[in-house]
């Protein structure tokens, strides 16, 4: 259900309709019958809302990646995130710096080169 049917309750249309309408016939729905119809909508979208996406999981641990082991000798991109250049412009300024060799492991945590 799109949020235009849920609001409106009909889909949009491109095309325009010429309806003639009768004098006796009122095109106008009561107020009542308008609640009942976007309360039964909401019902359904609140329905629809609380139902889990099955693939939810599956995008979760893809997003959680092992690091790929670095070794002395590899080369590696540097983020610009925390350093400072002479750039007048930070907008077009590059983003990473590099490539960078790694020359040697540093600490324990096998994080630090």
């Not at 909401?42 to 693939?55: A, G, L, T």
Request: charged fraction near 20%.
């Amino acid at each position: 259900m799109s949020p235009f049917f849920a609001n409106y309750g009909l889909h949009p249309h491109c095309t325009l309709q010429v309806m003639s309408i009768e004098p006796e016939a009122n095109p106008n729905p009561s107020i009542e019958e308008l609640t009942l119809k976007y309360h039964a909508i909401h019902d359904q979208q609140k329905k629809n809302s609380n139902v889990p996406k099955p693939n939810t999981r599956r995008t979760t641990t893809c997003d959680t990646r092992k690091l790929q082991p670095l070794s002395p000798g590899d080369l590696v991109w540097l983020s610009r995130r925390h350093i400072t250049t002479m750039h007048p412009s930070l907008k077009l300024d590059v983003k990473c710096l590099g490539p960078f060799k790694i020359l040697e492991v540093i600490r324990d945590s096998k994080l630090t080169f």
